[in-house]
């Protein structure tokens, strides 16, 4: 089941939390003593950052894919540190991102160092709005699992926030690449808590088995390994990466919005539940794809009143982080999330590399 670490750093006693947290996803991604080591480092300094420089925020650390998948390989887990705050945001990133640059009574890590310690590092700060850090520790180095191909010029990255800060959340997302095809799905179990992650674990695993087939007929596959479950809204998308072609499928109240060039569209789930209330008919939706499009996909704990903005459609961010300020800007800490809330996004890789 998705296991998340949310830890509320409201006070020092938090930052040991976070370090633990981060020992505990390093074990369960099988990362060795050194990478484990990182990890912890990582989520320390960051959680220490949010009470110095933000007065607290919210650390989420997962295990998850790697951004970019090579064709013909198992997707080797990561240890994902984020960071969310709401606090006055980086006046200067350039130095803050100095190696070195640290402040009284921390580990002297710093950003600087923290981006050179993890496999992959993006940040997205706003004067008055927040800061928001994604960081991967991987058990080995990215670039040696990154495959050619127009596949590889996709990226994709989420963050998962249990509701309550329960242990596990009851929404899941994976991405599979099956040579130039690659599918993100959301799952969304019904209601939350452990039942509701079983549900959403089984549309994980069913996804893994068959990375090869269309979105409807994946749907389909995953109606049939939900069955005995509570059942799940799931979204399903597709990029043809050679043709430049999105196929979407969704059943349930996943949300997904693409933006093409700056303009977002809708695209539309039918009503049911995969499991248990399946549509007899399932429509895939179809879009050109291009290195301008960002596909955005959320659970229902996104607040409905959630509206994109320029930051969501930068094609630059790491996806995982644009899932990050996506979740930071649709709450608040008056107006939190009212379910276990994911937000999963597909981008195109900059030219010169994730």
Same mark, same amino acid.
């Given at each position: 089941?998705?296991?998340?670490?949310?830890?509320?750093?409201?006070?020092?006693?938090?930052?040991?939390?976070?370090?633990?947290?981060?020992?505990?996803?390093?074990?369960l991604a099988g990362l060795d003593?050194?990478?484990?080591? #990182?990890?912890?480092?990582?989520?320390?300094?960051?959680?220490?950052?949010?009470?110095?420089?933000?007065?607290?925020?919210?650390?989420?650390?997962?295990?998850?894919?790697?951004?970019?998948?090579?064709?013909?390989?198992?997707?080797?887990?990561?240890?994902?540190? +984020?960071?969310?705050?709401?606090?006055?945001?980086?006046?200067?990133?350039?130095?803050?991102?100095?190696?070195?640059?640290?402040?009284?009574?921390?580990?002297?890590?710093?950003?600087?160092?923290?981006?050179?310690?993890?496999?992959?590092?993006?940040?997205?700060?706003?004067?008055?709005?927040?800061?928001?850090?994604?960081?991967?520790?991987?058990?080995?180095?990215?670039?040696?699992?990154?495959?050619?191909?127009?596949?590889?010029?996709?990226? +994709?990255?989420?963050?998962?926030?249990?509701?309550?800060?329960?242990e596990y959340s009851g929404d899941?997302?994976?991405?599979?690449?099956?040579?130039?095809?690659?599918?993100?799905?959301?799952?969304?179990?019904?209601?939350?808590?452990?039942?509701?992650?079983?549900?959403? #674990?089984?549309?994980?695993?069913?996804?893994?088995?068959?990375?090869?087939?269309?979105?409807?007929?994946?749907?389909?596959?995953?109606?049939?390994?939900?069955?005995?479950?509570?059942?799940?809204?799931?979204?399903?998308?597709?990029?043809?990466?050679?043709?430049?072609?999105?196929?979407?499928?969704?059943?349930?109240?996943?949300?997904?919005?693409?933006?093409?060039?700056?303009?977002?569209?809708h695209l539309v789930s039918r009503?049911?539940?995969?499991?248990?209330?399946?549509?007899?008919?399932?429509?895939?939706?179809?879009?050109?794809?291009?290195?301008?499009?960002?596909?955005?996909?959320?659970?229902?704990?996104?607040?409905?009143?959630?509206?994109?903005?320029?930051?969501?459609?930068?094609?630059?961010?790491?996806?995982?982080?644009? +899932?990050?300020? #996506?979740?930071?800007?649709?709450?608040?800490?008056?107006?939190?999330?009212?379910?276990?809330? +994911?937000?999963?996004?597909?981008?195109?890789?900059?030219?010169?590399?994730?």
């Open positions: 089941m998705p296991r998340v670490w949310d830890v509320p750093v409201r006070d020092s006693t938090r930052v040991r939390d976070a370090r633990v947290a981060a020992e505990q996803a390093a074990a003593e050194q990478r484990t080591s #990182t990890a912890a480092l990582v989520a320390t300094e960051l959680a220490t950052n949010l009470l110095k420089h933000a007065g607290g925020g919210q650390v989420l650390i997962d295990v998850v894919p790697p951004p970019v998948l090579a064709a013909g390989r198992e997707a080797v887990p990561c240890v994902q540190v +984020a960071t969310v705050d709401h606090g006055p945001g980086i006046a200067d990133v350039s130095a803050a991102l100095r190696d070195g640059f640290t402040t009284t009574n921390s580990l002297g890590a710093g950003l600087g160092t923290c981006a050179r310690l993890a496999d992959d590092f993006d940040l997205h700060s706003v004067p008055g709005r927040g800061t928001v850090v994604v960081a991967r520790i991987g058990a080995v180095p990215e670039a040696a699992v990154t495959g050619p191909g127009p596949a590889g010029r996709v990226r +994709a990255g989420a963050v998962n926030v249990p509701f309550g800060g329960a899941a997302w994976a991405w599979v690449r099956d040579g130039d095809l690659v599918t993100l799905m959301l799952a969304d179990g019904l209601g939350h808590g452990p039942d509701a992650a079983r549900a959403s #674990t089984a549309a994980v695993e069913a996804l893994r088995a068959s990375p090869h087939l269309p979105p409807a007929e994946a749907v389909r596959r995953l109606d049939r390994a939900l069955s005995g479950t509570r059942g799940a809204a799931v979204a399903v998308a597709q990029i043809d990466t050679r043709a430049g072609v999105l196929r979407f499928t969704g059943v349930g109240n996943i949300g997904a919005r693409l933006c093409e060039g700056g303009t977002w569209r009503p049911g539940i995969v499991g248990t209330h399946r549509p007899t008919t399932l429509r895939e939706e179809e879009r050109p794809w291009a290195d301008d499009r960002v596909l955005v996909l959320h659970s229902d704990g996104l607040p409905s009143r959630w509206s994109p903005t320029s930051d969501t459609c930068r094609t630059a961010a790491d996806p995982a982080v644009t +899932a990050a300020v #996506t979740i930071r800007d649709a709450s608040s800490p008056a107006r939190p999330v009212r379910d276990d809330t +994911a937000v999963a996004v597909l981008a195109p890789t900059p030219p010169d590399g994730p």
